[in-house]
């Protein structure tokens, strides 16, 4: 593992992008404060802009560099989440502007997978994490799903977890101004 790490890192330092495996599915990532990584990531996937893509970060103290308030309610959705929670802040810093929505905010969640954590905290700045798919196509569910553009379009593929099937996208809760609670994706 400690060799895919370091790999992974190298490319993420030089601005590529990598194919990593997550705690939830098989996603395309590069360094979150790097604008045209990010934007690298947006012309592979062949998506529009308007549609911002996730911060993963490898434990709160992270988050809340990269968040100017994280509200206490935040930490009770993930403290009480049964999967991965992705929550959606109002007050993102730090991060690369083509990461944030038209309204500013930002979509974050706390790595649960020890690899996504020991690569972050390794990196010590937040990654991308984004669907392994084109844009409007079907989400692969396991790594032989991949489809050979986005294999052929990275720069490092993270050898391990290709066995895996069954993985789901985490649930997306957006938290802004006073305690308002919107469910996004279940």
Request: hydrophobic share 40%.
């Amino acid at each position: 593992m400690i060799e895919e790490i370091n790999n992974a890192i190298a490319r993420l330092e030089e601005g590529g992008l990598i194919l990593y495996p997550t705690d939830t599915l098989w996603a395309i990532g590069c360094d979150a404060t790097n604008d045209l990584a990010v934007q690298k990531i947006y012309q592979l996937k062949k998506q529009k802009p308007d549609k911002p893509m996730v911060c993963l970060v490898a434990h709160d103290a992270m988050l809340e560099k990269h968040v100017e308030r994280v509200p206490d309610l935040a930490y009770d959705l993930m403290d009480l989440a049964a999967k991965p929670t992705t929550i959606v802040y109002d007050t993102p810093r730090g991060i690369s502007k083509n990461m944030t929505a038209l309204d500013g905010s930002l979509a974050m969640r706390v790595a649960s997978d020890k690899f996504c954590r020991y690569l972050i905290n390794k990196f010590k700045k937040p990654i991308v994490t984004t669907i392994a798919n084109i844009s409007g196509n079907s989400i692969p569910k396991s790594f032989k799903e991949i489809d050979q553009v986005i294999l052929k379009g990275v720069d490092y593929v993270v050898n391990l977890q290709k066995e895996n099937e069954g993985s789901q996208a985490s649930t997306i809760i957006k938290l802004s101004g006073t305690h308002k609670v919107k469910v996004i994706r279940e």
